[in-house]
Each structure stands twice: as structure tokens, then as C-alpha cells.
């Protein structure tokens, strides 16, 4: 018995292709997504929400907020290379790593380390990439989170295969890959989701449509409908959410994953959403962006969102802003003591994981940096040897 | 091609071709996580009938017919090699290889470094390459030579049958990521071979043949031509030493400089283009290491720095006996 079994794959279970066939081989309709974005905050679906989900998506969208500022802010002290905030798209952030259960596997990209971070990987080891020290500071293996990925959409296939493997082991761990709305024009993208599609991969795609891949708007990057209507053509669910609603977005992802879980296939999903800072802190969002589209935004923060329902609900007691808060503070703290030290570096370590084995001339070419680093340091600290 | 299982009597008769699969089926028979994936390695066996039979054998699980699109293929294997997996890629042709060049450089090479060592990717890509086949546009590229400037991949191209056996199957067990260049135009040489027999392993040299006079370093499909090579050449009187290398990387240069200041006269072969070549890189190697003992320049004959010509102007291009033994010439022999 085998998993890419015709009888079990609806994308194989085509009859051979003969003259008259009837198109299309599978009914678009259910695939569709919504028309308008899937909200629950200030619907009767966050009246029946379980209130502890919402006290913890509400205290975890607090400290989510809380590390982007601080990171931002280590960046301005020097502390961090480079930080490409997810200030705004915090809901999204949360309630991926809350979809997920600890046998899952987690793909983000250099945007989503507040994701890492919320899976439960430590915030040092979560940002050493942005720091400058190490390209991956965590455990892919250990966290199931796969390293942060710059070159863009490149992870989609990664989850694909990793998602792919599970189900032939006959696992239940399903694969959640992050991207942006620049990601999808991609063509690792576009062939991620094919494989997905055609594997029937217990994988699900989280698109942060935050409106600008770095400075161009969604309008230059896309004619799609909206980027969830792409799913149709590779014959996969699409679903659309609005990203700055936590719980709407956490049910999204759940179900989704639920869906990949059970034998459902793959699901497209694009959350609306929009990025309050800069690219990171090295560009200008002055150059691109009006500042009333920005305020706009502003009144639509996830953070205030959460907080009017969770106020309607009657359920924001002094006792949970309290816990919020110093959950934040202890989190900021953290980072601020983790990052006050300077990361000890070992220039060695540069020859320590090209191959399982060095090869000869990276042993010669070790051997020349020890001879440089002897030499350094004979002509003194900080001073040239030659 | 008939489907190629291993007898038991040791010596037999294959095609390098057959011996391919055989490494494959017989990978694949030892270590359940090997998986076979590509564009029509399925019921067709590959375009080369290298993957002939391992659906059959294995399912449609272990032996994937995947979507054309050659980034997919390769990133879908990282996936696979992340969760545990010994995924082993067939890219059609050298050129059509290229769509996954990213996925390769920045990822494939990378990840082992990238984590510390937490995610090493057993990958093996196989990558039938080079010309001389009549093949049109796109079919010949000797592409070699961007795969082993990328620190973190081996870069191994058998040129012989029992070389494709042995070094395929330690490339499919070996921990780093393997770029497994088949020279297409041997793939039909039949030789006597034993599936048994262990070869040299990956990262070292052999000498095809002894010889007094110069030595010709080569690999792959330039192998074949550089011993032929050196049987014109005992007619003007020189005795041709020919070096296989193997593996461009790891790069054997003990074996390579040791044959080299033994002789003080070396030509480096390949088909593909000489500027910013393999064979650039190796001469100026065995030069840095061999100044001393060297009677000339270490000469290189290569392909022109041309895009690969229409098969019926290739053998201009691809460098024959006459253009080695042209070089060989310009070694400064003493009058």
C-alpha cells in the first residue's frame, strides 16, 4: 500500500485522458475563498470563543508587541545588524505558532521571528541570524522550526517535502510555511504549491499580505483577485482572513491545519494585514506610504482589536492587563540582558560545518586563519599585524 | 535497456548506463530512506532509463514522477532530507538543471553551515551533463564548474562503468550533499565490472595510466579522449601518464601534485569553457605546488569560451586529440 495511491488522491483519481473528457477534473467552487475576509472579533463567534484562548492570544499579542519594539530598539543601540519588525502583523505571529502543536514544523521567513519566539525558541537564539553572530542560533531538529529564510519563498517547498516525508512515515505532523505578499510572485512559490497540491501534502501556506514588498504595493505585484484566489489553480482551498483579527485568524490556521492533519491536502491562506514600521529599520516607509493609510492601519491594530472584544466580553479584568504587562516587561528584560553582552565569537568556527569532513584545503586555509589570529594577537589587542 | 540486476558470479558486462541503476535498485533495497525523485523517472525510467524499473520495484512512493519544475524538485527534497529522508534528484539534462540553482547554492550547500551542524541534507542530485551526443541546443552544457566553486557541495563525475556503480552508491550514503555529474556521452560504454569490487572513494584520484613523459589531468567525459590521447601519442615519442580525478571536490591534490612533480610536465583537460574553469583552478594549483618541479606552464585544453554550438559544429568545440596533443607539443621539450 502505498500514500500516492490513486484511490486515496483526489488530484490522481483522474480517468486516462481520452478524447470527450469532461473539464474541469475537479469543481472550483469549494476551493474558492470567501468574498469578504473571515473576521470573528466582534462577531458572535468571539462570544462563543473559549475566554482562556482569548486571554492568551491577548497576553502573547502584548509581549509579541512589546518584542518588536525592543528589538527595534537594540537595533538603534547597536545591539542587532538589522530587525525587520512585524509590528502590526502581531496577530498573525501568534496565532501561527499557537495552530501548531509541538510534533508540527514551523517555516518562517527573516520577518517572522516573533512566530520563532512564540513557539517557545529562546529570543537570543531566535534573532542571532539578525544579530550577526550565527546564521541559525536554534535547533531546527529540536524546536521543529526550520531555519529563518531570507531568499524569498525559497522555505514553500522545504515545508512541501518535510510535510511530504511526514505523511509517507505515516506521522501525524502537519507543515505551516510564512510568507509575505512580495513571496508569492515567486517562482518557488508557484512550484511549492503545485507540489503540495499534487502530493497532497499535509501542509498549510500563511500569506502576510501586508501590502508593500518592501516599497511596492500589492497593485504592482499582482493582478489576482486577492492572493487566496491563486490556491484554485493548483487546485487547493484558498482562504481569506482578516490578519489583524487574533482569534479570526487562529481559527483559520486551526482549521486548516486540522485539515492537513486529517488527510485534507494542503490550504492557501491570506491574511490581510499591514506592516506599521518600516521594511526594517535601515529603510524609510516615508518614500512609499501616505501617513493616512498608515493611521488608518493604526485604528485597525490587532493589539486594540483583541482588547475592545476581550473588553466586551467583559473579560480585560485589571488582573489580565497586569499579567499582559509584566509578561511583556519580563520578555523586553530578557532581550535587553541577553543582548547587553557582547556574543562570544569563535573565528575557527568558520571551517566547523562546510562538510561532514573538512576537506584538505580547508584545513590548510584553517591553519592560515589560526596563523592570522596568532599573529594578531602577538602584535596586540586590536592592533594590525602588518 | 534491459533492466539491470545484480548476478552473483562478480564479473559482468554493463553499460555504465546499467550500472547506474544498479547502484540505485541496490541503494534503495539497503536503505529505506532512500527516494528516487524527478521528472519522469516513473514508468519511462528517466529520458536515460537510469531510474529503468524502481517504480516497479519500489512503488510510486520511493521512485516519484514529480511536476516539471526543477526548484521544486530540489526544494521539495530539502523538506524531505529535513525530516530524515536520503532523497536522490534526477535533473533531466545539465541546462534544464538550472531553474534549481538557487535552492542548490543557497540552501542544498548551506544548510549543514547554516545550522551548526543540526541539519546536514544527504542529497544526492544526479545530473547527466557534457556533450558529444548530438544533442541540440540545451542539452550539452558542461556545467561543472558552478558547482564546484559553491563551498558545501561534493562535485563527483564518474568516467567509468565501475566508477558509476561505486561512486554513486557512496555518494547516496554519504552525509553532505552530492552533486553527481554523469558524462552522458559514456553512458552506452560497455566495460567488464564488478558491482562487488570496491573502488577508490570519493575524494581521491586515480591514475588511468602510467606514463614518463607528461601527465594529462581530466575527469568525466574527457577521460576516454585523453587516453586515446596518450596511445597517438607514443607515435612522437611521448609517454603520457592520465590522471582521473573523480571528484572535483574534494579535490585530491596530494595525488594530483605527487604525479605532477614526479613528471614536471601537465596538461588539465575538460570540455567546458576554459575561462573561470575547473581546470583554471587546478592548474593554478598544481602550479602554486609544483613550481619547482615543472620544466613548463601546466597548459589546460578546454571547449572554446563559446555557448555550447549546434551538434553539428560540437566537434569544433570539444577538445580532441589533436588540440591535446597540440598542447602536449608546447610543453618546452628540450631539443
Known amino acids: 500500500m502505498t500514500v500516492l495511491d490513486h484511490r486515496n488522491d483526489p488530484v490522481a483519481a483522474v480517468p486516462g485522458w481520452r478524447p470527450g473528457a469532461t473539464a474541469p477534473r475537479t469543481d472550483p467552487a469549494p476551493l474558492l475563498p470567501d468574498p469578504e475576509p473571515h473576521r470573528a472579533l466582534g462577531t458572535a463567534a468571539a462570544d462563543a470563543a473559549d475566554p482562556e484562548l482569548l486571554r492568551e492570544l491577548y497576553r502573547r ?40 502543536r509541538p510534533q508540527d514544523w514551523l517555516f518562517p521567513s527573516y520577518r517572522d521571528t516573533l512566530a520563532v519566539v512564540a513557539r517557545g525558541v529562546d529570543p537570543l537564539q531566535a534573532l542571532t541570524l539578525l544579530r550577526g553572530d550565527a546564521h541559525t542560533g536554534y535547533d531546527p531538529r529540536a524546536t521543529r522550526t526550520a531555519p529563518l529564510c531570507t531568499p524569498l519563498a525559497t522555505q514553500v517547498p522545504h515545508a512541501v517535502g518535510l510535510a511530504h516525508a511526514a505523511r509517507l512515515a505515516g506521522d501525524d505532523t502537519v507543515a505551516l510555511a510564512l510568507l509575505g505578499d512580495g513571496g508569492t510572485s515567486e517562482g518557488d512559490f508557484h512550484e511549492g504549491l503545485n ?16 501590502g508593500y514588498a518592501i516599497s511596492v504595493p500589492l497593485t504592482r505585484q499582482s493582478a489576482a483577485p486577492t492572493l487566496a484566489h491563486k490556491a484554485v489553480g493548483y487546485g487547493m482551498p484558498g ?15 486551526t482549521e486548516a491545519v486540522e485539515r492537513a492533519r486529517s488527510g485534507g491536502g494542503p490550504t492557501l491562506v491570506e491574511a490581510l494585514t499591514y506592516r506599521l514600521d518600516a521594511h526594517t529599520n535601515a529603510d524609510d516607509a516615508t518614500r512609499y506610504r501616505q501617513a493616512e493609510e498608515v493611521d488608518a492601519w493604526r485604528a485597525h491594530d490587532p493589539v486594540r482589536l483583541l482588547e475592545d472584544a476581550l473588553r466586551g466580553r467583559g473579560l480585560l479584568d485589571e ?39 573538512p576537506t584538505q584545503q580547508l584545513r590548510e586555509q584553517a591553519e592560515q586563519l589560526a596563523a592570522e589570529l596568532a599573529a594578531e594577537a602577538e602584535a596586540g589587542s586590536g592592533g594590525h599585524s602588518r | 535497456m534491459s533492466t539491470a540486476v545484480r548476478d552473483q558470479s562478480g564479473l559482468r558486462t554493463g553499460t555504465m548506463a546499467q550500472a ?29 532509463r537510469i531510474t529503468d524499473g524502481l517504480t516497479a520495484e519500489f512503488g510510486p512512493d520511493r521512485c516519484l514522477d514529480t511536476p516539471l519544475a526543477e526548484a521544486g524538485i530540489l526544494g521539495t527534497a530539502v523538506g524531505m532530507a529535513m525530516y530524515g529522508l536520503r532523497p536522490v534528484v534526477e535533473m533531466q539534462f545539465d541546462a534544464f538543471a538550472y531553474p534549481a540553482l538557487e535552492q542548490l547554492f543557497s540552501h542544498v550547500a548551506k544548510m549543514r553551515n547554516r545550522t551548526a551542524g543540526k541539519l546536514p541534507l544527504p542529497i544526492t542530485v544526479r545530473i547527466p551533463y557534457g556533450g558529444g551526443i548530438g544533442g541540440v541546443e540545451h542539452h550539452s552544457d558542461a556545467s561543472e564548474a558552478y558547482y564546484a566553486h559553491t563551498p558545501g557541495l561534493h562535485v563527483v563525475t564518474p568516467a567509468t562503468v565501475a566508477d558509476a556503480y561505486g561512486l554513486l552508491r557512496e555518494s547516496i550514503a ?16 560497455k566495460a567488464e565490472w564488478d558491482p562487488a569490487a570496491a573502488v577508490e572513494p570519493i575524494g581521491r584520484a586515480v591514475l588511468r595510466r602510467p606514463g614518463r613523459s607528461a601527465v594529462l589531468v581530466t575527469y568525466g567525459p574527457s577521460l576516454p579522449v585523453c587516453l586515446e590521447a596518450a596511445e597517438a601519442a607514443k607515435a612522437e615519442g611521448w609517454d603520457l601518464a592520465v ?55 601546466v597548459l589546460r585544453v578546454t571547449g572554446f569560451d563559446v555557448p555550447y554550438p549546434p551538434p553539428m559544429l560540437e566537434h569544433h568545440h570539444l577538445p580532441g586529440v589533436d588540440r591535446i596533443l597540440d598542447a602536449v607539443a608546447r610543453l618546452q621539450w628540450e631539443e
Request: glycine letters at 6%.
Open chain 1, 61 to 100: 499579542l502584548v509581549a509579541g508587541r512589546r518584542y518588536n519594539q525592543q528589538a527595534t530598539t537594540l537595533t538603534k543601540q547597536g545591539r542587532l545588524a538589522v530587525y525587520p519588525a512585524s509590528t502590526g502583523q502581531e496577530a498573525c505571529q501568534v496565532a501561527a505558532a499557537l495552530a501548531l
Open chain 1, 195 to 210: 507540489f503540495a497540491a499534487v502530493l497532497h501534502a499535509p501542509v498549510v501556506f500563511l500569506v502576510q499580505n501586508n
Open chain 1, 239 to 253: 482562504r481569506l482572513v482578516d490578519g489583524n483579527d487574533a482569534l479570526a485568524v487562529h481559527q483559520v490556521l
Open chain 1, 319 to 357: 488582573q489580565l492587563a497586569a499579567d499582559a504587562a509584566e509578561q511583556a516587561e519580563q520578555l523586553a528584560a530578557r532581550m535587553r540582558a541577553e543582548f547587553h553582552a557582547d556574543p562570544e565569537l569563535d573565528p575557527m568556527s568558520l571551517f566547523a560545518h562546510v562538510y561532514a569532513e
Open chain 2, 20 to 48: 547506474l541503476n544498479l547502484a540505485l535498485r541496490d541503494a534503495m533495497r539497503a536503505d529505506k530512506t532512500v527516494h528516487v525523485l524527478g521528472e519522469d523517472v516513473g514508468a519511462l525510467g528517466g529520458v536515460f
Open chain 2, 174 to 189: 554519504s552525509d553532505d550533499p552530492v552533486v553527481f555529474l554523469e558524462p552522458k556521452r559514456l553512458y552506452w560504454g
Open chain 2, 243 to 297: 590522471l582521473d580525478l573523480r571528484t572535483l571536490v574534494p579535490f585530491d591534490e596530494a595525488t594530483a601534485c605527487e604525479v605532477v612533480r614526479s613528471l614536471g610536465r601537465a596538461v588539465v583537460v575538460h570540455e567546458s569553457a576554459g575561462f573561470g574553469g575547473a581546470g583554471a583552478e587546478i592548474a593554478a594549483r598544481l602550479t602554486e605546488k609544483c613550481f619547482h618541479h615543472l620544466a613548463a606552464p
